[in-house]
């Protein structure tokens, strides 16, 4: 079964423009085309929800209700992403949908109304800024962009706004005073091992021979030179030697082929993390290629267990624990919103 993916970026301005309790929702916020009407019209046939003649009461609470003709303009901008016929989708689907997202609306437009309880404000600035940055500086092709949908810009620059008032309500109210003690970062680093463990990591050497944009006769060429430098670095041959004798790395070659100090594990492309990891210590890998042409490399050291002592990791681990503490704040926030305002699901599917 499919399911809708409504957490997206664009979901996410249009989620706070409800109406109070008893009023009809204005049409004006929306872009009803005909190809919206049509779809809805198609829908009608597996759920009764999407008939727009009809005013469903799917979402209530003291101070406003959502209806199905608030939520299915976001049905219609989520049915638009996906390359499936509108018949495919079932009743549970569609009606699902609707329901999630009037009570995701309600929701986050009680704190909204929270917030603005609060003293939360934004000034027209603000909105402006945050318009241009989700627009990348260009607000005319964003705003023909949306308008194409079934938003209006209004709208949006509406929902914009509410949401930069609870943003700034979460950060200035709900987690403010949110710390961190000492006791709780020693206690996490105790019962979490996994966190100060040490990444492995290598101090190596590599001979690289280029082959990009070279024919592949040219190129069998340098894999028979690599196979012979090869040859002569398990002999005993000194490797640093050799990477300035043969290496066509300008970067190391003069330093004897050594790449810094430590590579960690993951920070390279895959083929010489699995070279350099796989090789042990002292020792010389095989041959491999990566997109730049053939290598070898000689792992000069290789550190692959350990364990990061407290002061090490302790910002690491503060921030983790911030984190954790700030999302269960802002979920006991929204829990005491939702039963202040009443909301509750009125049409169960």
């Known amino acids: 079964m499919r399911f809708f993916l409504i957490l997206t970026v664009t979901i ?3 989620s706070c423009n409800l109406n ?3 009023q009809s929702l204005p049409l004006d916020a929306f872009n009803y085309t005909e190809e919206l009407k049509n779809t809805m019209k198609t829908l009608t046939k597996k759920t009764e929800w999407t008939d727009l003649s009809k005013e469903i009461v799917l979402v209530t609470g003291n101070k406003f209700s959502v209806t199905n003709k608030y939520a299915i303009p976001f049905l219609y901008n989520e049915l638009q992403k996906y390359a499936v016929p509108i018949e495919e989708y079932t009743k549970e689907e569609i009606e699902g949908f609707l329901n999630y997202t009037a009570l995701n609306r309600a929701l986050t437009y009680a704190m909204y109304l929270e917030a603005k309880q609060k003293g939360f ?3 027209d600035d603000a909105v402006k800024e945050r318009l241009n940055k989700i627009s990348n500086g260009n607000i005319d092709a964003f705003r023909q ?16 706004k509410r949401v930069e008032i609870i943003e700034k309500f979460k950060d200035n109210f709900i987690i403010k005073d949110v710390t961190v003690d000492s006791k709780e970062i020693k206690d996490y680093y105790d019962k979490n091992p996994s966190v100060s ?4 990591k290598a101090e190596v050497r590599h001979i690289l021979l280029l082959t990009q944009g070279i024919a592949k006769k040219e190129k069998d060429k340098k894999f028979e030179q690599i196979k012979k430098i090869l040859a002569e670095a398990k002999s005993g041959k000194d490797f640093a030697e050799l990477a300035k004798k043969y290496s066509e790395d300008t970067g190391s070659k003069n330093s004897g082929g050594k790449l810094g100090d430590f590579i960690e594990k993951g920070q390279s492309v895959k083929e010489f993390d699995n070279a350099i990891f796989n090789t042990k210590e002292g020792q010389v890998s095989d041959v491999f290629e990566t997109e730049y042409g053939f290598h070898i490399v000689k792992v000069d050291k290789l ?3 350990g364990k ?3 002061p090490d990791v302790k910002d690491q681990i503060q921030e983790i624990i911030k984190i954790e503490k700030q999302n269960k ?7 005491d919103i939702e039963k202040k305002y009443n909301i509750k699901v009125a049409k169960v599917s």
Do not use: H, S, W, Y
């Open 12 to 14: 996410l301005f249009f």
């Open 20 to 22: 109070t309790k008893g």
């Open 121 to 123: 404000d934004v000034t």
């Open 303 to 305: 550190i692959t267990n």
């Open 145 to 160: 962009t949306i308008e194409k949908g079934p938003f209006k810009f209004e709208f949006v620059m509406e929902d914009i």
């Open 197 to 200: 463990l040490i990444n492995p």
């Open 329 to 335: 704040a802002i979920d006991k926030a929204k829990q």
């Open 308 to 310: 990061k002592k407290l």
